[in-house]
């Protein structure tokens, strides 16, 4: 169920993207299986199993529903989902799937006897590879790489908050909220906020 919600998410913020670039419907599908799914996909072949939507495709279905409303919405409402409306939606969208990713990541690692640190690793690589994947596809620079913003650092805080609980065998539940909070949090403080590490010193005067 949550790797579902993640899956939708994702795919919406691949169509968000799309829209904004003035995609066909194939471009719409394209983009938002690839961000549905990337992330899924590079952990299911790090852990050696097979890729989960290969073995069910109600996901890719997910991901072609969403990409088809939302270009049917952008054609039918041109300027209201690839506007400044639309570019918040992404933004908020790209959090809340970059933190049910980074649970979803390690609890997987977690269920087939991965190590706690190499679990929260796979789950901030989950959270974040199919946002990259958008991203560049799409011309774009990855959101990993905008500025100081917790990004890769919220989506890290959220898979090590799970497994941390995880390894104490509090109830999944529990575990799966606080995850979700955890990554959210940091990802919303930072965009809300201004929340960031402090900038590293540059380079002198006479150095590229």
Request: aromatic share 10%; hydrophobic share 55%; net charge neutral.
């Amino acid at each position: 169920m949550l790797e579902a919600a993640g899956v939708a998410v994702f795919a919406l913020t691949g169509a968000l993207v799309a829209a904004r670039k003035g995609m066909d419907p194939f471009g719409f599908i394209l983009l938002a299986t690839v961000t549905g799914v990337g992330g899924g996909t590079l952990r299911d072949l790090l852990l050696g199993r097979l890729v989960f939507w290969v073995r069910d495709p109600s996901d890719v279905f997910v991901c072609t529903a969403v990409a088809l409303t939302c270009w049917a919405t952008a054609y039918a409402r041109p300027g209201l989902i690839d506007g400044w409306a639309g570019k918040r939606l992404l933004i908020w969208a790209d959090a809340a799937g970059l933190a049910l990713f980074a649970v979803v990541g390690t609890l997987k690692a977690l269920d087939v006897g991965i190590s706690p640190l190499s679990a929260i690793a796979l789950g901030a690589m989950t959270a974040t590879f199919g946002g990259i994947l958008r991203d560049i596809l799409a011309g774009d620079r990855p959101m990993v790489l905008w500025s100081r913003d917790f990004y890769v650092t919220a989506a890290a805080a959220g898979a090590a908050m799970t497994a941390g609980l995880s390894l104490l065998v509090i109830e999944p539940v529990i575990v799966m909220a606080a995850g979700l909070a955890t990554g959210f949090g940091l990802r919303a403080g930072s965009m809300l906020f201004g929340w960031s590490f402090p900038n590293l010193p540059g380079p002198p005067a006479d150095q590229p």
